[in-house]
């Protein structure tokens, strides 16, 4: 089984930053894709940023230029640096791992919990 645990979130001003942390454990065979999506109230989850084991990556168009994601594949861990936050990026942050473990050949995918940002105006 694979666990994936967020950490990070908290309440911020408009501007400011947050960096949240994303690891994942357990009987990891191997992990392709990490990425983080957000769900606010009213929408649907959407992704925000996701990279691949050799460091490709992707972004909404609405956190480019102001999120960098990066990944540890040695600790399993993938990052999310905001910056110049604001109130619309208030949301549910998951973590996602696209991953294989050792009881499977097969990969699937696994979510953390869920870590809350709220961006105050």
């Known amino acids: 089984q694979v666990h994936v645990v967020e950490s990070g979130g908290g309440l911020v001003q408009a501007g400011g930053s947050l960096r949240l942390s994303c690891a994942a454990s357990g009987s990891i065979f191997s992990i392709n894709v990490m990425g983080w999506y957000r769900h606010a109230p009213g929408k649907q989850r959407e992704l925000v940023a996701r990279?691949?084991?050799?460091?490709?990556?992707n972004y909404a168009d609405s956190v480019k230029g102001r999120f960098t994601i990066s990944r540890d594949n040695a600790k399993n861990t993938v990052y999310l640096q905001m910056k110049s936050l604001k109130p619309e990026d208030t949301a549910v942050y998951y973590c996602n791992a696209f991953a294989a473990a050792y009881s499977s050949s097969a990969y699937s995918n696994y979510w953390g919990q869920g870590t809350q940002v709220t961006v105050s105006s």
């Open positions: 990279i691949t084991t050799g460091g490709s990556t």
